[in-house]
């Protein structure tokens, strides 16, 4: 694969990412700013939004010059950007014009350099240029995932309207067949590694990387059982797949 080909690729899964952890943030918080200081999701967001349309003007021309005039104009211009929703859509279409640019960049170009005003002012090459749009997603991705923590919501990750569709299928999972018995456990126990029963058994002990989402709706996970009654473990099973 072509590193250019790999990188837009790349920025598009990071952009889709961070704009999915900003959905779930709720509408009314989406303007909230930490300490009434820092960054809101929606300032975050429109700056993602953004990003397609600097990283092609660097690699295809001289950076962008941010003069009071030219920072109104985007401020002017983002101002009508309030949702996440079009925020993203803003990002997608901008999007199309640096894919173009970045998959026809020469192979033989990538590792010129051009001097740019940031991290002090040095010589970048093209490749950490067209590199930016994924930074940048990630590295704000980050910050989305903490001002939701401030807000309180330490549940995994979904979005709003998974939330509003799965509520129930949070709160529990649907049984399992395991040897002959039914598998049923409260889903914000099982994360919060709560005891469950699997018939004449409990379940408990979970660790983080004992529940993987296997990329079909559902869960796989180990999980140490012991008898009911009893204080030890004595034994180790795994169950293949929990559907939520």
């Known amino acids: 694969m072509r590193y250019q080909d790999y990188i837009v690729d790349v920025s598009r899964k990071s952009a889709a990412e961070a704009f999915r952890y900003a959905k779930s943030v709720p509408a009314d918080k989406l303007e909230w700013s930490p300490l009434d200081a820092g960054r809101s999701v929606l300032d975050i967001c ?26 109104a104009a985007v401020k002017k211009e983002q101002s009508t950007w309030t ?6 859509e803003q990002f997608n279409q901008r999007m199309e014009a640096t894919d173009a ?9 990538l590792n010129e350099t051009k001097w740019l005003p940031y ?16 930074w940048n997603s990630t590295y704000h991705l980050g910050q989305i995932a903490y001002i939701q923590i401030l ?9 709003a309207v998974e939330r509003q569709q799965g509520k129930r299928g949070r709160r529990r999972i649907a049984p ?30 979970f660790e983080g990387d004992d529940l993987l989402c296997d990329g079909r709706g559902g869960f796989q996970f180990e999980a140490q059982v012991t008898p009911i009654r009893r204080g030890e473990l004595d034994r180790h099973v795994a169950i293949e797949r929990l559907q939520v």
């Open 151 to 159: 807000l309180g919501d330490k549940e995994m990750l979904l979005t």
């Open 46 to 71: 429109r700056e993602l939004a953004m990003t397609p349309t600097w990283a092609a003007a660097t690699v295809d021309g001289p950076p962008v010059e941010w003069t009071e005039e030219a920072f």
């Open 176 to 205: 399992l067949k395991f040897d002959s018995d039914v598998l049923a456990i409260p889903f914000k126990q099982m994360m919060r590694g709560r005891v469950g029963r699997v018939g004449g058994h409990e379940v408990r002990e």
């Open 101 to 109: 640019l970045f998959r026809a960049f020469p192979d033989e170009r």
């Open 83 to 88: 949702t996440v929703e079009a925020c993203e």
């Open 119 to 134: 991290d002090g002012g040095r010589d970048f090459t093209f490749m950490e240029i067209m590199d930016y749009p994924r």
